[in-house]
């Protein structure tokens, strides 16, 4: 097989999963944050993960127990079962809250294997290899993040077996504000705390909404996106596990966003809005509601990232 480098470094976006009402269907990717891989070939075969930078020591550099490990492990056995490579992760992502970091990373690694040794992989591949990755970290090979991660933009996954993936339009002036308040959330509890059926009324509210949601996209109908944001199935359960989060949507509203909810299981939260000057005002707003209560955060402003992982230069991360 040709080998057109020998290194590579590749950076994968963060993702919002669910969407408010499309609970394990939507997922969307932003252009900041993200995580980094520099991945190198080597002579011995196998996967190596040589360090990892960010995660205050909590991943494991044991590749069987890495989301990053465990993509580069199915890309190998299936297309380069002689091939060894050595990776070296930059997490800026912080870890658990929602914003798929372990889908980043296995994204960024299966984008670069599939640069480094030639594109071997088609896009179905990479995103097999993705999900099995997210069954390894969070115990259920959900997608809403790993795809739209190594795909970018607004993604349905409209079936799971066989895999259907469907693209929305992005409206244009979309844009999304980020607020993590530095709590770690398992995805794997998070899911534990669902429930396994729901009334069926509530049901019915609820694929309404998805529905409603998938037309605003289409349309750039913003006020159908925003009435259809609604969430009956998981953010009730979950919102008792990220502070101040009801009053976290009211300021995101008050202040003009479109709506906002819980990303993935948290503990990020996340509001889309109109324009960048209101993801602005609205990242403000529910700033000072944190600061105000001295709850620590970080907060990010980011257009919908249409593109998915993109190569970094190399020199820029040896400086
Ligand atoms: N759809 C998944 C969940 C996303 O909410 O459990 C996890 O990031």
Redesign the pocket.
Known sequence: MKKHAQSICVFAPA?V??VSCG???F?FAVDEPGDEVILTLREEKGVFIKAIHGDGGKLSLDPDKNTAGVAAQSFLKAFASDAGVEIELFKGLPIGS???SS?ASAAAVLFGLNRLLGHPADGKDLLHFGLQAEKVA?G?A?G??VIPSLLGGFVLIRSYDPLEIYHFPIPEELFCTLIYPNIEIE?RN??EL?PTSIPLQTAIRQWANTAGFAAGLCLSDYQLLSRSMVDLV?EPV?AQYIPKFYELKDTAQKAGALGSS?????STVFALCRGKDTAKRVCDAMSSLYQNASISFKSWISPINSEGPRIVNLESKNQ
């Open positions: 993702t999963a669910n609970f394990d269907v997922g929602g914003l798929g889908a969070c259920s959900h809403d993040n995805t998070a899911r669902l998981a979950r819980i990303s993935g299981s948290g």
